[in-house]
């Protein structure tokens, strides 16, 4: 029992080391050179937790999803479905993508452009989970109608493909230009997108 | 003369090689060992064009920002100034993303996810030519307001921030998801900021 827990606790000691550097150089930075030596242990020690870097690659990106999920998505769910948990949700998605990485961040939408022409496993882990996350988004953004508060016409893919690219902007704007309004014009571009969405505004 | 040439010539061969790369693995992706082999010289003959990795990093940085310019910037600039010259821009912009990389794609701003938070002279390089860009959005959005289309009260960072966006999402639509739609959406997305802008339609 005692060993299982402790080789438990260096799997999640591994997968910590493996997000920071997945922060820092992205996927191809996570070596079995570089995480040993981060880590602090041998090579062959590392492969008693992992057979391979790819196993490695793959146990992170599923790290750092449930990572997303628990900080953006789950604290959202308790809310009244509708525009209140979708402003929850979004609210908390840029919060997140401004918290410093790890645990906040986004190195997985860094991995999108890493992997946009690089197939292979870790590319489909990836894009299984941001379908995943565009489906959640989708589903809120359906409620937000069935509720009552957006438009019955809302073009929703449209919506919420709106909604991703203020997300990656307000990445760039933050973390690559690091301008100091970035907080400020992603959510004016949030408040505006619903508000051009909502149901009352309709013909106006 | 012909000895000069055949340098320039040779340097082009090894920008044009190292564009392969970054298009394949971002910078990281650029090294010595990689950049001889996609040659077909030794790493001696690449330092008689270049002193250093750092150098080859820096001269594709800036031959990338180059080509862009070429295909999307310019060729708009001959068109009147305001509505005409925005469109033009945006639609070879989103063209420019859509196409193979090399020479297409928008390989310098998977590098803004690559060195968001790196400092060093690729940093500095990659945000100048990125600040430069958005300084010719911002003034073709003001001409936009000036020539009488655009309404004078347009927030135009948020303007700006929002094309930024349209243009991201697209990039990871196309290029990670590979949405058969993509085209149309961004499409959409791009008429309805411009609509939202129109001077015609304040107050409506």
Redesign the interface.
Known sequence: MNAQRSRHGTRSLILESALELL????F??ITLGSLAKRVGMSKSGLFAHFKSIEQVHLAVAVYAYELFQENVVTPALGLDKGLSQLRETVSRWLEWTSRS?PPGGTPL??A???????DGPIRAV??HQ??HWRGQLTRIVQETITCGSFREDL?V??FV??L??????????L???REA?SSQ??G??VD?IIA?AMKRSKG?
Do not use: M, T, W
Not at 23 to 26: H, I, L, P, T, Y
């Open positions: 922060c820092a150089s992205g191809s930075g990485c939408v860094a999108f452009f890493e992997f946009d022409d690089k990836l894009l941001e379908v073009d893919p449209q493909s709106a991703c690219g203020i997300s990656y902007s307000f990445h760039v704007s973390r690559f230009l309004s014009v992603a004016r571009l505006a051009s106006n």
